[in-house]
RNA sequence: GGGUGGUUAGCUCAGCGGUAGAGCACUGUCCUCACACGACAGGGGCCACAGGUUCAAAUCCUGUACCACCCACCA
């Protein structure tokens, strides 16, 4: 015999390897099937993976599986991605426990290292992949890397193509620059935090001695690299002032008083200070009035190009020290509180500094549009749906993309610059290369995958590339169709190409899907995919996001080594309903655990009855009324199963199957089967018992792979068709229904469940068997009754089961009610007449409560004029049915008297 | 500032026009020969609040409060 619990462990082992050795996963084109593709979100190489990973692929294995056994040629290729920043910082990261920088290396071996990483990292990730049971292939020459050499060739075309159209260039911008990670983000990298702060007014006199300005800003420090002040034309108040110069405070610079639209009248003073270099507005301002644009703050975060008294102070020691000195210049009007969003590197999460600084770009509007045109005409869904109007308005508003970080790990930017062509213009680093950040002032670049051999221009051999790497999402934007061979024309790309679905959390709706589309349609003319199902993230019990500062993340693994893989799934897609946030706890998992745990004993339970050596059952369906009645129960699980996944309904696909194993197979079907195991016919019921159980087991294999596998593989023997893997299987076809069993079944179900519910009141112990009387004065009822009566005495333990017209009530028995049964169950010794009255009392005020409410709306005129009729019907049957119990349990308690 | 979603049993959430449901937790009985990761039974909810529409509203509409998230050049 087989232990009594599941053990996850050995299974899940045993099965991982047979199913990749026996390349179950693998997809190939084929023409007669319907593709179904699900692109994979690629992980970063930052290491193990988490909940939300383990959310994600596993939603994807489910629909990858379901879609593969309903006959579709299912491809989910497997890969993982460079990660750009996060990647360079954990090297680094692991670079200082050595006490080391990365410019301790040099770029080549941090390179070389990085590699080795990706070496390391990507095939524990594929690890960890095939732990969470994910239907992938992995083996090596079908696993792909946003940096492998294909993968480049697909980025270099996407740059040249977009060079050639113009819709990539090099400029001189504001962007977000991160003087920790070192490097520009684009807009969408920057997160939002409200913070605690100020709002300095301070004093800029007229150069005249007429007077002064105020102006309100946060940011004091950065008023050393102020170019003017500026005013709402329309403001009165200063009207009569414009053109005037001003007196920079602690600097000896004059800058003027200039009008512009972009300031608001009634925002602090009606005055701003005009930073060009280091504020996005002013930078506006700037342009539109020629005005300088001193740069005062580095690419390290120091104060730079301003009175040495500040020069290379940090922006926090800097911003104390200005306003000290405003103060005893007496120049400081006021200081408010103030609250105010203040941007953050969603890498690293410093401060991030708006500066102005030569970039490379991607002009978005014209690809924005088609994107659009996508979603609104639904040739790419959203699920939720919800998430299209947000789509949709972010491209509407969409800014040019920043596409060059200055980091090292990454697609070094294909450009090359001649150094005799542009000497003069380019700014060099002591190795040679082109420094940290370049000024290549105009300088024109050679679009190349390799070093060119020749300056096209002047014939000249010495050209450098561009020291800049992409922006990580260039390439990821590329994943759809570069996965499949882009920009080569592979049969794999016409066959797979587009996808079907898209399955990501919607943190990176921007980020990566809305570039994967407008990518999608700019290089093959076609969305990548047609849905896009947007899930929610994994948070902790109490709806925190996990990190790591919090401690409170949970690691799959140790959620897979303590309760198994598929007791984590279940437990998982139990919750993804609406791409709302789940919260996730262990405690959760415990739930999934113990319904594979009823598999697994349903199926040990089936194989005490089954022959040791296994065979075909030779056997005739049975057809008695559990038979017919489990069988229709069968049918309606599968179909609402089967409906609720058409619509990504996952958590109600997979409770249709939990309550059907559980509630009416278990429960119900199990408990009435047992003595008919063990008499003539048993064969009969087992088939049909195995025929639905592995019906199951196969609806339920995209949901919980490993202990369907498992049981299947051992209870397939004794099927007349066994085949293989479940993979390979079909997804259950709803069997015929025979007769309608239903409402029979449920009338004796409310036989059972009153009895039950006596005894358990009456402490009467579940071994000890009863008699029990059930009397009505429906014939057909009784008729029923007694072919059910096999039925009730099992599962209700009674002995004898006497039925009749209007019988008797016997003495010292309680009573019950249900449907048009009064039910007896006569007691050894004396009954409890208290409790017995206040049972059957309550009873009694519940129908008396539920008769007056439907009489009343009987009563109404209204309701009967304009409600339904089968509405009325149903209320009028209802107060028919409860004025009986209502004069049946009114006879009852007066006899009791 | 704009937008979206949420507010239902102690907890996590279904239900979205016909008299409130699940899982977990709780209480009682039972280690009944599949499963105590179990069986059976039970307790527990003016469905955030205020109006309105309707014969009928947790469910539709309007507003309010609170929570969460997203977007925005909040000097």
Redesign the pocket.
């Known amino acids: 015999m087989l232990s ?4 996850p462990k050995p299974v899940e082992a045993k099965w991982s390897e047979t199913w990749q050795k026996e390349r179950l996963f693998i997809s190939k084109p084929s023409a007669g099937k319907k593709p179904f593709v699900v692109v994979i979100p690629p992980p970063n190489i930052t290491g193990a993976l988490h909940m939300g990973h383990a959310l994600t692929y596993t939603l994807q294995d489910v629909l990858v599986r379901y879609q593969r056994m309903l006959g579709r040629e299912a491809c989910w290729v497997p890969g993982t991605d460079h990660g750009g920043i996060a990647t360079q910082n954990v090297m680094e990261k692991m670079l200082k426990a050595e006490g080391k920088t990365r410019h301790d290396l040099g770029r080549e071996e941090f390179l070389k290292r990085t590699w080795a990483w990706y070496g390391e990292c990507g095939s524990m990730i594929l690890g960890q992949l095939r732990k969470l049971g994910c239907a992938l292939d992995l083996a090596p020459e079908n696993v792909r890397f946003t940096m492998d050499t294909k993968r480049a060739a697909a980025v270099f075309e996407a740059f040249r193509s977009l060079w050639d159209k113009k819709l990539i260039y090099r400029g001189e911008r504001m962007i977000n620059w991160c003087p920790r990670c070192g490097t520009a983000l684009s ?2 990298e920057v ?2 935090e ?1 913070e605690k702060s100020k ?1 300095w007014h301070i004093r800029y006199q007229f150069e005249d001695g007429s007077g002064s300005v105020t ?5 004091p420090e950065t008023m050393l690299g102020d170019s003017a002040v ?3 034309p329309e403001d009165a108040r200063y009207s009569a002032l414009v053109g005037k110069k001003l007196r920079l405070p602690l600097t000896d610079r004059l800058i003027p008083l200039i009008a512009d639209e ?12 005009v930073t060009p270099a280091h ?3 002013d930078f ?1 301002i700037g342009q539109r009035h020629k005005l300088d644009m001193p740069r005062v703050i580095s690419y390290e975060g120091r104060m730079t190009n301003c009175p040495e008294k500040y020069a290379g102070l940090s922006v926090q020691a800097a911003r104390k020290a200005v306003v000290e000195d405003l103060v005893s210049g007496g120049l400081l009007e006021k200081e408010e509180h ?4 203040v941007g953050k590197c969603s890498r690293c999460s410093q401060h991030i500094e708006p500066l102005v600084s030569e970039q490379w770009f991607v002009r978005m509007n014209r690809l924005a549009a088609p994107a659009i045109a996508a979603a609104e005409s639904g040739g790419v869904k959203f699920y939720p749906p ?1 998430w299209k ?2 789509f949709t ?2 491209l509407g ?1 969409i ?1 040019d993309w920043c596409i060059s970080r200055q980091i090292w790990w990454g697609h070094r930017i294909p450009a090359w610059y001649c150094r005799s062509c542009s000497a003069a213009g380019l700014k060099f680093s002591d190795t040679g290369e082109l420094s940290r950040v370049s000024f290549t002032h105009g300088a024109k670049p050679v679009i190349s995958f390799e070093k060119p051999a020749a300056c096209p221009d002047c014939g000249g051999a010495d050209l450098l590339q561009d020291p800049d790497v992409l922006d990580t999402w260039f390439s990821s934007s590329l994943w759809p169709f570069s996965i499949f061979g882009w920009p080569e024309k592979t049969a794999d790309l016409d066959y797979y190409y587009p996808a079907s679905v898209l399955v990501t959390g ?2 990176i709706l ?1 980020l990566w899907v809305a570039r994967m589309v407008m990518s999608g349609i700019e290089y093959l003319g076609k969305p990548p995919f047609s849905q896009v199902y947007l899930h929610g993230i994994v948070r902790d ?3 925190k ?1 996990m990190s790591k500062s919090l401690g409170n993340v949970i690691d799959p693994l140790a959620v897979i080594e303590k309760y198994g893989t598929d ?1 984590m799934r279940f437990s998982l897609m ?2 993804t ?2 791409g ?4 996730f706890s262990d ?2 998992t ?2 999934g ?6 598999l ?3 199926a ?2 089936m194989q ?1 009855y089954l022959p040791e050596t296994p065979a075909p059952l030779e056997a005739e369906m049975p057809e008695e009324l559990a038979d017919r009645w489990i069988t229709e129960r069968y049918g309606s699980a599968l179909a609402r199963s089967r409906a609720a996944m058409e619509e990504y ?1 996952i ?2 696909a997979q ?1 249709a199957l939990y ?1 059907f194993i ?2 009416d197979f ?3 079907y ?2 009435l089967a ?1 003595p008919r195991l063990q008499s003539e016919g048993r064969e009969n019921v087992l088939a049909l018992m195995l025929e639905l159980f592995t019906g199951a087991l196969k609806a339920l294999h995209p949901f919980m792979p490993y202990v369907t596998e498992e049981l299947y593989s051992n209870l397939k023997l004794y099927l007349k068709k066994p085949g293989g893997c479940l993979l390979n299987e079909s997804w259950p076809e709803a069997p015929r229904t025979v007769s309608p069993a239903a409402a029979e079944m449920l009338e004796l179900m409310g036989v ?2 009153q009895i ?2 006596a ?3 009456f ?5 000890k068997a009863i008699k029990v009387l059930a009397s009505s004065s429906d014939p057909e009822a009784l008729a029923r009754l007694e072919k059910g009566a096999a039925y009730v005495k099992l ?1 209700a ?1 009674v002995e004898e089961l006497r039925l009749g017209r209007d019988l008797p009530k016997p003495p010292r028995s309680l009573s019950a009610i249900s449907g048009s049964f009064t039910l007896y169950v006569p007691m050894d010794g004396a009954v409890d007449l208290e409790k017995e009255k206040a049972r059957l009392t ?1 009873e009694l005020e519940k129908a008396r ?2 008769n007056e ?2 009489l009343g ?1 009987l009563n ?1 005129p ?2 009967v ?4 009729r089968a ?1 009325t019907e ?2 009028n049957a ?1 107060a028919v049915e ?1 004025a009986g119990k209502i004069s049946r349990l009114t006879v009852i308690l007066e006899e009791l008297k």
Not at 215 to 219: L, N, Q
């Open positions: 009594k619990a599941y053990e807009d969408i997160e939002y409200e709002l102006v309100a800003t946060t940011r500026a005013v709402n972009g300031v608001e009248k009634d925002f602090g003073t009606g005055a701003v200070k504020d996005p507005l506006e103030y609250k105010h969003s919800s109007k947000p308005a972010w508003n800014q919607y943190e921007y019990k109490h709806g996001k007791a139990a919750q309903l609406g709302k946030d789940i919260p405690e959760a415990v739930g655990r113990n319904f594979v745990n009823k697994y004993n349903a040990r339970f005490m309904d958590p109600k409770d309550a559980w509630d278990c429960d119900w199990l408990e047992k059972i469940g039950r519910t005894r358990s009141q402490e009467i112990p579940p071994g599962l333990k309550k409560k539920d409410q439907c709306r109404d209204a309701f004029a304009r409600a339904p509405e149903k209320i209802r409860t």
